[in-house]
């Protein structure tokens, strides 16, 4: 709860706040290593189905996939419960965030409403893949690319990996810069890298559901 100075017009935010602003980096940081994992290993289809396979056999085997998978839906669950203290909601605060972005023309402002923005349809969409996917284990190369040839399915991803790469990018962007790991004069140059990444992982995601439609057809 918000400590309240009666010399102060704004709320001192508490220690809780802190603990909870610490909390939503892990959790932040936690997904973006997650997702690079995820792209790479379902990537693994390039090389060849049997690869893909062998992988999803490895993570089922040790219970990776039936634990993991959970724990991954928790912790994105957490993670956007976090970040929602600080999400304009009502029309008010978003016209205020919207004159204060106008006003302030500063790129990061800018990277932070597309990370709003952004989350709000991932909430949505990388829940109803999660469900999809781990309540119809085994994950198979077969499987998924029947999905991906699916007419729905390929529109589903196509606006999906875009918006999760995206969001993955700025947030270890951001987290870089709140966190005091990027330093002012070498803002611009993490923000190319963050660019670079964001459009490999991007490529590497257009290239995996091609090979999928490849291996359906
Ligand atoms: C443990 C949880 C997860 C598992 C087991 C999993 C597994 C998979 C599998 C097997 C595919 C291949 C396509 C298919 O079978 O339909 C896939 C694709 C994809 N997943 Fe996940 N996923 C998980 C979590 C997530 C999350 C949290 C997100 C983002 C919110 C995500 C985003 C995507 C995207 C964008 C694709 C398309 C990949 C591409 O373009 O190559 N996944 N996932």
Redesign the pocket.
């Known amino acids: 709860m918000a400590v309240v100075d009666s010399t102060l017009h704004v709320p001192r935010p508490s220690m809780l706040s802190a603990y909870l602003d610490w909390l939503q980096m892990l959790t932040g940081a936690g ?1 973006v290593l ?2 690079w994992s ?2 790479i ?3 693994s ?1 390039i090389i060849g189905p049997g690869v ?1 396979n062998a992988l ?1 056999g490895f ?1 089922e085997a040790t219970y990776m ?1 039936q634990v ?6 928790f912790a ?1 669950l957490l993670h956007f419960v976090l970040a929602a203290r600080k999400l304009p909601f009502r029309l008010d605060e978003q016209r205020t965030i919207w004159a204060h972005a106008k006003t302030l023309r500063h790129r990061d402002t800018w990277l932070w409403l597309v990370q709003a923005g952004s989350a709000m349809i ?2 949505i ?3 109803i ?2 469900w ?3 309540t ?2 085994p ?1 198979s190369a077969a ?3 029947a ?2 040839a699916d007419g729905w ?1 390929l529109a589903f ?2 606006v ?2 875009p ?3 995206l ?1 993955v990018g700025i947030g270890f962007y951001r987290i870089g810069v709140k966190w005091g790991f990027i330093k002012r004069s070498r803002r611009a140059k993490m923000k190319r890298v963050e660019n670079i990444l964001t459009l490999a992982f ?1 490529g ?6 091609i ?2 439609l490849l291996l359906a057809y």
């Open positions: 997904l997650f997702m995820h792209m290993l379902v990537s289809v893909m999803a993570f996939a993991g998978g959970p724990l991954i839906g994105f991932i909430l969409m990388g829940s893949h999660m999809v996917v781990l119809d284990l994950i499987k998924s690319a999905r991906v399915w991803y196509l999906l990996l918006l999760v790469e969001h991007i590497i995601g257009l290239l995996t559901l090979r999928f």
